[in-house]
């Protein structure tokens, strides 16, 4: 089955400056790339996501690449703000019956003031 | 409000003793999951549904169960809970294959 790895598992910038989350995944038939935020106490919510025909997506200062011949793709926020601060989990969707998404481990952003 | 509810939001228990968490959808949705949280490991997902009365196993089912009903509703149930399901369990839908997951608040569980 699928397999996403995500890197870094925390990672503390100062505001203002960008942040940058990497993720890989095995299986090449995977054609979409969502990424959630989690606020504490609170469930994961899509802030962004990119289809496999796309090689990057932007939508303010939040913005995804994707490689599909390395299998990896990237979060990149910009003019980072306390409120980036989240846990930030990538995934990716196979083909097939059900489309499973499989998630990656999760990155704990941290936006120091 | 398009929304995904759970409840209870907490539960404390004890090994054994039988427990739902209940989820329910107000958008239509055909598919439903369950996905467990735990530290390090991301969300791994535990049943997953497409549609009423279609159930299937995900990567980790053991000691669950699921039904299905109603479109709108997809109870979780331990039987017979273990300390080891003691986690943040997240309910999730969405409306077509491939289509953007809505999640509830998720439900932190502990199980002594």
């Known amino acids: 089955g699928e397999n996403v790895e995500q890197h870094p598992s925390t990672l503390s910038v100062q505001e203002g400056d960008s942040a940058v989350i990497k993720c890989t995944y095995s299986d090449s038939a995977s054609n979409y790339f969502p990424w959630y935020k989690q606020e504490l106490g609170k469930g994961p919510q899509l802030i962004i996501d990119?289809?496999?025909?796309?090689g990057e997506k932007k939508d303010q200062r939040i913005a995804v690449t994707l490689n599909k011949t390395a299998k990896h793709f990237s979060l990149h926020i910009t003019e980072t703000q306390p409120e980036d601060s989240a846990v930030y989990f990538c995934?990716?969707?196979?083909?097939?019956?059900?489309?499973?998404?499989?998630f990656g481990t999760g990155t704990k952003l941290q936006v120091i003031p | 409000e398009a929304q995904v509810t759970q409840n209870p939001r907490y539960l404390i228990t004890v090994t054994g003793k039988k427990l739902t968490v209940t989820c329910s959808q107000n958008?239509?949705?055909?598919?439903m999951s369950w996905y467990r949280q735990d530290p390090g490991l991301g969300l791994r997902q535990i049943y997953y549904s497409m549609n009423v009365e279609v159930t299937d196993k995900g990567d980790v089912p053991e000691g669950y169960k699921v039904s299905r009903k109603e479109k709108r509703n997809f109870p979780l149930i331990l039987e017979s809970p273990s300390p080891n399901q003691t986690s943040l369990y997240f309910c999730?839908?969405?409306?077509?294959?491939?289509?953007?997951?809505?999640f509830g608040p998720g439900t932190r569980l502990t199980v002594t």
């Open positions: 958008m239509n949705h055909e598919y």
């Open positions: 990119i289809r496999s025909n796309v």
């Open positions: 999730a839908s969405h409306g077509q294959a491939g289509g953007r997951q809505y």
């Open positions: 995934a990716a969707r196979g083909t097939g019956g059900y489309q499973k998404v499989t």
